[in-house]
C-alpha cells in the first residue's frame, strides 16, 4: 500500500515557490508556507490533493506538517494566534479528506513540549532565517475537534507521552532501530502501533544500500519480530544479508550472479600491485 505524504502549511515549496501570491513571505528565497488565511491556497492544495487521490487510490494519506516555520507574517495572517492558524490548517484539510473517507495522518512535533511547540529564533544560513511559530493553541483546538487524526512521532519518549494523553493513535516516524535501547518496553509503555525508517538522501542503488536499507532491515526485525538477538549479533546479520536484499532491488543485478553456467576466474594482479605511477 502507496501512503503519500503531500506536504501541507510547512516544507510547500513547491506551491509557495512557484505561486508566490501564496507565500506567507513571499520574498523569501526559497518560500517553505502558503498563507492559511487565504482560501486560493486551499484551491491549490486541495486540487494537488484530489490528483494524489486519483492517480495512486490510496486509503491513507500523511499530510505533513512537521517543522513550521514561517507563521503570521504575511498582512492577512499578521496578528493572529499562530497555533489557530496551525490548527486551522489540520482541520480544515482533514476535513477534506475524511469526507472522501480518506485515514489521516501527520507529523506531531508541534504537538510536542519543548520540541516544535514554542516559538523560538530560527536560523538555517541564507535560506530561512526567522522566528518559529509559536502553536501552543494547536494541540487543544485538534483534540477538542474530536479528529481521528494518526500521528507520526519524531519526538522521543517525550512525544509518546504526549500522544498517548491525548489517546491519539500514533507511530514513531524517522526510526531508527539501530538507537533504541529498550525497544520491548517503549513499545509496552506507550501503545504505539508501528514504526517508519525515513530516507532524506538520492532514491539510487548506492545511496540506498549505504544508507537505508540496512538500517531498514535492522528495524524491521524490531517491528516485526519478537525476537530481538543482541545488537551486535543483529547488525553482524544485517550485514550478511545486503548482499542478497541489494541484488534483489537493484535495477540491473551483477552479471557475475546470472552467469550461465556460473564461472569463477582468479586473476593474478600482482603484477600491477606497487607500481610507479604512469605520466
Same mark, same amino acid.
Given at each position: 500500500?502507496?501512503?503519500?505524504?503531500?506536504?501541507?502549511?510547512?516544507?510547500?515549496?513547491?506551491?509557495?515557490?512557484?505561486?508566490?501570491?501564496?507565500?506567507?513571505?513571499?520574498?523569501? #528565497?526559497? #518560500?517553505?508556507?502558503?498563507?492559511?488565511?487565504?482560501?486560493?491556497?486551499?484551491?491549490?492544495?486541495?486540487?494537488?490533493?484530489?490528483?494524489?487521490?486519483? &492517480?495512486?487510490?490510496?486509503?491513507?494519506?500523511?499530510?505533513?506538517?512537521?517543522?513550521?516555520?514561517?507563521?503570521?507574517?504575511?498582512?492577512?495572517?499578521?496578528?493572529?494566534?499562530?497555533?489557530?492558524?496551525?490548527?486551522?490548517?489540520? !482541520?480544515?484539510?482533514?476535513?477534506?479528506?475524511?469526507?472522501?473517507?480518506?485515514? &489521516?495522518?501527520?507529523?506531531?512535533?508541534?504537538?510536542?513540549?519543548?520540541?516544535?511547540?514554542?516559538?523560538?529564533?530560527?536560523?538555517?544560513?541564507?535560506?530561512?532565517?526567522?522566528?518559529?511559530?509559536?502553536?501552543?493553541?494547536?494541540?487543544?483546538?485538534?483534540?477538542?475537534?474530536?479528529?481521528?487524526?494518526?500521528?507520526?512521532?519524531?519526538?522521543?519518549?517525550?512525544?509518546?507521552?504526549?500522544?498517548?494523553? !491525548?489517546?491519539?493513535?500514533?507511530?514513531?516516524?524517522?526510526?531508527?532501530?539501530?538507537?533504541?535501547?529498550?525497544?520491548?518496553?517503549?513499545?509496552?509503555?506507550?501503545?504505539?502501533?508501528?514504526?517508519?525508517?525515513?530516507?532524506?538522501?538520492?532514491?539510487?542503488?548506492?545511496?540506498?544500500?549505504?544508507?537505508?536499507?540496512?538500517?531498514?532491515?535492522?528495524?524491521?526485525?524490531?517491528?516485526?519480530?519478537?525476537?530481538? #538477538?543482541?545488537?551486535?549479533?543483529? !547488525?553482524?546479520?544485517?550485514?550478511?544479508?545486503?548482499?542478497?536484499?541489494?541484488?534483489? !532491488?537493484?535495477?540491473?543485478?551483477?552479471?557475475?550472479?546470472?552467469?550461465? #553456467?556460473?564461472?569463477?576466474?582468479?586473476?593474478?594482479?600482482?603484477?600491477?600491485?606497487?607500481?610507479?605511477?604512469?605520466?
Amino acid at each position: 500500500e502507496i501512503i503519500p505524504e503531500i506536504q501541507s502549511l510547512s516544507h510547500v515549496y513547491y506551491i509557495a515557490s512557484a505561486r508566490r501570491d501564496l507565500a506567507e513571505i513571499p520574498d523569501m #528565497p526559497w #518560500p517553505d508556507s502558503y498563507c492559511p488565511s487565504n482560501p486560493e491556497s486551499y484551491k491549490v492544495m486541495f486540487d494537488i490533493t484530489d490528483e494524489y487521490l486519483d &492517480v495512486l487510490k490510496c486509503k491513507r494519506v500523511h499530510i505533513g506538517h512537521d517543522e513550521y516555520r514561517a507563521g503570521a507574517f504575511c498582512p492577512l495572517c499578521k496578528g493572529k494566534d499562530e497555533g489557530e492558524l496551525y490548527a486551522g490548517d489540520v !482541520l480544515k484539510i482533514y476535513d477534506h479528506l475524511k469526507a472522501k473517507g480518506i485515514e &489521516v495522518w501527520m507529523w506531531g512535533d508541534h504537538f510536542v513540549d519543548s520540541h516544535n511547540r514554542f516559538g523560538r529564533a530560527w536560523s538555517e544560513g541564507s535560506v530561512v532565517s526567522y522566528e518559529k511559530p509559536d502553536t501552543a493553541s494547536a494541540r487543544d483546538i485538534v483534540a477538542a475537534a474530536k479528529a481521528d487524526i494518526h500521528i507520526t512521532n519524531w519526538s522521543g519518549e517525550r512525544g509518546d507521552e504526549t500522544f498517548k494523553s !491525548l489517546g491519539w493513535t500514533f507511530a514513531i516516524g524517522n526510526f531508527s532501530g539501530r538507537r533504541e535501547k529498550d525497544w520491548p518496553a517503549r513499545v509496552q509503555r506507550s501503545g504505539l502501533v508501528g514504526a517508519e525508517v525515513s530516507s532524506w538522501c538520492a532514491l539510487d542503488d548506492f545511496e540506498m544500500g549505504k544508507m537505508n536499507i540496512p538500517e531498514a532491515a535492522f528495524s524491521i526485525n524490531l517491528l516485526w519480530s519478537s525476537h530481538y #538477538p543482541p545488537k551486535e549479533d543483529a !547488525l553482524n546479520e544485517t550485514a550478511l544479508l545486503m548482499p542478497i536484499v541489494r541484488g534483489m !532491488l537493484a535495477p540491473k543485478p551483477p552479471a557475475s550472479t546470472h552467469a550461465t #553456467p556460473m564461472r569463477f576466474t582468479v586473476i593474478d594482479i600482482q603484477s600491477a600491485c606497487n607500481s610507479p605511477a604512469k605520466g
